[in-house]
Each structure stands twice: as C-alpha cells, then as structure tokens.
C-alpha cells in the first residue's frame, strides 16, 4: 500500500499540506505508478462502474491525487537515476581493471639455467630423494636404459625465476606457465572483472567481464561518442574552411593570353 505525504509550494514559498487521500486514493495512485494505465488502476483500487477509463482520467485531474502522482513518479526517477550512476561506477570499475592481476601467462627459469654448469636442479633434497626412490621401485629393467637421477645440478629450483639467456637447454625461451590470483585479495575493480573459475579437463578457467564491452557501454552512458562525432565533424569543418581559405587566396591562372601583353621588340 502505498501512501504519500505531500507538501506543495503555493503562493509566498507557504508549505500547503494537501488534501489527503482516501484508501481507494491510495490504492489507484499505487496501481497507476505501476501500469500508467487510469482505466486499469480505477478498476485494481475497487471503483466500481462501467466508465473506468473515464473516472479513471478524472482521477488523474484531482489536484491531490495528480500531487500523489507526481511525488510517485519523482522518488521512482530519483531511484532510477541512482541505479544508473551505479551501473556507470561498476562499468567504470570494470573499464579499468587489469585482467593480468587475475590470471597471467609467465615465462619461468627451466631446470637447467640455474643448475650448477647447467646440470638438471633440484627444488630441494627431498624431491632429490623422492626422485631416486621412484627410479629404484621401477626395478631393474628400466634402471637398465634410464640412469639414476643425479644432482650435480645442486638445489634451489625455483619457476617464478627468470630463464637465463645462456642456458644451453632452453636457450634463454624458459618454460611458460599460468597463474591465477588469490581471490580473496582482488580489489573492486578485479572483482568486478572477475565473473567466477571452475575446474575443467583441461584445467582451471577464470571468467572474466568483457572489457570492450564495458568500454562501450560507458562510451554511450557518458557521450563519448557523440562528442567524438561532434569533434570529427569539427576537424572536418575545420579542414574544408581551410582548403576553402586557400583557395580564395591563391593567384589566378587566366591563361595564356595574360602571361605578357608587352608588345613584341623586333
């Protein structure tokens, strides 16, 4: 149920309390805001008759309920408005964001660029140990044509490393991998950006917002392009005067007949 207290301006800036409205008042000032439709709003308040559309547009012309309207009708577009400037700030948010602070593509040290005269590096000595007793549980006939690993490469592995220009095994290329951040540390702008991740067959996916998108939006929301335009036909404007202006300056060729009229020496 809707019910609206309205103060209208009259006369010497005097705050004049308008008459109040009766229950069906009310009921067809709420149901009018919701269809716009006077007809339908007199028969959803309970009038009853057979001239809803008429009694209806009647309603609409007493000072009280129109006030009701109006009053309606402006905390409606207030809402919209506030509505739209969020949508522009989330669009802005997401305009911004930096898709790389999500999810990257990074080149990392292979496992000979750091190793001791490039010999294959161990992260630490367990995955040493653990390294040799999988090549022992593989038993004899593979240890016959694969060695045993060895660790004359040292330890301290580490991907996030940058490759080594002069490694003879990468030779400098490195070994790509992908991270995905902590979602728990995203700022608004990447959480509006980021739409969600799930786990595929082929790995983990992030979803992102389409930034071009966005950027589109927000161009049209706040007249980019219509400035742009206007400015385009400025510069074109602009250009075509110049051109004009040249021309109008520039010296006339008459022709032949106007290039000496001295008469002849013989």
Known sequence: MLYIMLHIKQGNDVAVKPKSLTPKERRFVAAYLVTLNASDAHRKAGYVGKSHAVNGHNLLRKPNVAAAIAAGKAATLEKMEMAAEDIVAKLEL??????????????????????????????TPREFSEAVELHMLKGEAYAANHPPPEQEGGYGYRKTARPRPDCPECEGLGQPYVIFADT??????????FLGVKTTQHGIEYKMADKAHALDQLAKRTGVYKQRDQNIASAFAKAIAEIQDRTSRAPINRGKQDVDKRPRQH
């Not at 964001?97 to 590096?121: F, M, N």
């Not at 728990?184 to 950006?193: G, T």
């Open 184 to 193: 728990r540390d995203m700022d608004p702008a990447e959480r509006e950006l």
């Open 94 to 123: 997401i305009a911004n964001a930096d898709p790389s602070k999500l999810t990257g593509h990074h080149i990392g040290a292979c496992r000979y660029c750091y190793g001791v005269d490039h010999h294959y590096q161990w992260r």
